[in-house]
């Protein structure tokens, strides 16, 4: 039957899993297809990480505008700044709509058929878009995840909850905000809205925001984020969400609080609907697609890649499944490692962590090495008006292999880059220190941090 199928390779899903895997695939000279039921981008260019992104830097330009002072410029009236939010959607909306057409070029420019509509599987070989059918040897699953509205919270009255979708459209501030999880979303909203004159409470689960970052980079988060005015509600049990008030228990205690809107950001969870997986025999693990290293689900003409396998739900990592999806495809061998997988957080200043927590670490390794840089001891964080954030390591004891790396500084979304490549090159921190950082730089604290951990920091005592 090969060659008698419509493409070689169908990706139902174009976010940035499925038009990186569409456009890899289309590049080894596969004939290949996309069908996208919305627009380019998925949900990282049209309703996350990119439309989130603008909104923070306009939030970090007004906050350095307020204390423009300090870097001694004068005649601002900085009580009449403002923020228009009109605007900011402009702004945003424009960047969103430059990107999503942007995809689409990249599709075309290489020759990437696109098919509009929602996919539903007949069987392995076939799908069907509207009145079309689509047959291809292989097909490539992107279609993404959608916010969790959790069961276990009772639902009552007129409750005013949105999720992230619509916090990033709001027209107008809200007086109060109740977010009920400190992870990515809820921490990355609450320095947004706070920023914009909202009060905000943070309702998190666990004793510490951010459970998945290194707890001594987490706590400096949080205190960053009181300053800026947001409440946190930690060892707290959401259990209902009764009109404008959750209903939360701690302490043993059940406590009520109010506010303008509730934003729900306890996860995201895998999208298949209307996709038929289950009806032509595709296992789930839970609602997930569940898949082998190589990204491959049980039916072997058929992988699962990005928030739809539950993995890790990145963008990048979707984007880097989709190359290893696309290189089984083309009979090459490769697998997936998650243990050098970056994960950024953006507010001011910034947040990146890479590996395992020194909590983790000790875990699994039982000794190990820390190393901690503070920021106010570099010279072009100061430069830059930051004096909080530190940058702090985990190592190997014996051989100085790099176990985890958290950063909470200015930049730290693009330093994180070096150290996912010194644990791609499997080097030791002795390496790292070797490695000439250039002056006046915030990455010099890379390298400060590493020596700290041997106790040789050379601007630290
Ligand atoms: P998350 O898993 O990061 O955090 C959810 C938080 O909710 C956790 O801290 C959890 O302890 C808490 N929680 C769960 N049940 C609760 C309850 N009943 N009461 C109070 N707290 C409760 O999920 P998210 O922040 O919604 O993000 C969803 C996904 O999107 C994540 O995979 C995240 O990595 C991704 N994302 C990434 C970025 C980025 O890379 N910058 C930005 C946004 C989202």
């Known amino acids: 039957m090969i060659g008698n199928y419509d493409f070689d390779v169908v990706v139902i899903g174009g976010g940035p899993g499925g038009y990186v895997a569409a456009i890899k695939a289309a590049q080894c000279g596969k004939r290949t297809a996309v069908i996208e039921k919305g627009s380019f981008g998925g949900t990282c260019l049209n309703v996350g990480c990119i439309p989130t992104k603008a909104l923070v830097k306009t939030v970090s330009v007004f906050d350095t505008i307020k204390r423009s002072q300090e870097f001694g410029i004068e005649g601002i009236d900085t009580s009449a700044v403002r923020v228009s939010m009109e605007k900011l959607q402009a702004r945003k909306q424009k960047i969103v709509k430059q990107l999503v057409g942007g995809v689409g070029a990249l599709l075309k420019g290489n020759k990437v058929a696109v098919?509009?509509?929602?996919?539903?599987?007949?069987?392995?070989?076939?799908?069907?878009?509207?009145?079309?059918?689509?047959?291809?040897?292989?097909?490539?699953?992107?279609?993404?995840?959608?916010?969790?509205?959790?069961?276990?919270?009772?639902?009552?009255?007129?409750?005013?909850i949105i999720t992230s979708t619509e916090a990033l459209d709001l027209a107008v501030v809200p007086e109060s905000m109740n977010i009920i999880g400190g992870g990515v979303i809820g921490i990355e909203f609450a320095y947004i809205f706070a920023h914009l004159g909202c009060k905000v409470t943070v309702l998190e689960l666990m004793d510490h925001i951010l459970p998945m970052v290194d707890t001594d980079v987490s706590d400096l988060a949080r205190k960053t984020?009181?300053?800026?005015?947001?409440?946190?509600?930690?060892?707290?049990?959401?259990?209902?969400?009764?009109?404008?008030?959750?209903?939360?228990?701690?302490?043993?205690?059940?406590?009520?609080?109010?506010?303008?809107?509730?934003?729900?950001?306890?996860?995201?969870?895998?999208?298949?609907?209307?996709?038929?997986?289950?009806?032509?025999g595709i296992e789930l693990n839970k609602t997930a697609i569940k898949t082998g290293p190589?990204?491959?689900?049980n039916i072997s003409n058929i992988f699962a890649i990005g928030d739809v396998n539950g993995v890790s739900m990145l963008a990048h990592t979707a984007s880097h499944e989709g190359l290893v999806a696309v290189a089984n495809i083309l009979g090459e061998s490769q697998t997936m490692s998650y243990d050098a997988v970056p994960a950024c957080i953006y507010m001011e200043p910034e947040i990146a962590s890479i590996g395992l927590t020194e909590q983790q670490a000790r875990e699994k390794y039982g000794d190990v090495k820390v190393g901690r840089f503070p920021m106010s001891a570099n010279g072009k964080s100061l430069i830059e008006g930051e004096?909080?954030?530190?940058?702090?390591?985990?190592?190997?004891?014996?051989?100085?292999?790099?176990?985890?790396?958290?950063?909470?500084?200015?930049?730290?979304?693009?330093?994180?880059?070096?150290?996912?490549?010194?644990?791609?090159?499997?080097?030791?921190?002795?390496?790292v220190i070797h490695a000439i950082h250039p002056h006046p730089t915030v990455s010099e604290a890379v390298g400060e941090a590493f020596m700290a951990a041997y106790d040789k920091a050379i601007h630290a005592l």
């Open 294 to 297: 190589d990204m491959r689900t």
């Open 225 to 280: 984020l009181e300053k800026a005015g947001v409440v946190f509600e930690t060892g707290a049990r959401v259990k209902a969400v009764r009109d404008l008030s959750v209903i939360y228990e701690k302490d043993g205690r059940e406590q009520s609080l109010a506010a303008t809107l509730t934003l729900m950001a306890v996860g995201r969870v895998p999208y298949t609907k209307g996709l038929n997986v289950e009806g032509i």
């Open 115 to 160: 098919l509009k509509g929602a996919a539903s599987f007949v069987d392995s070989h076939t799908v069907k878009t509207g009145d079309k059918t689509i047959t291809s040897e292989y097909f490539i699953i992107a279609t993404g995840s959608e916010a969790f509205m959790p069961g276990f919270i009772k639902y009552e009255g007129d409750t005013k």
């Open 387 to 431: 004096k909080s954030g530190m940058m702090k390591v985990i190592l190997d004891a014996n051989l100085g292999e790099i176990l985890g790396v958290h950063l909470f500084a200015v930049h730290a979304t693009d330093m994180i880059a070096e150290i996912a490549v010194a644990m791609k090159l499997e080097a030791t921190a002795e390496e």
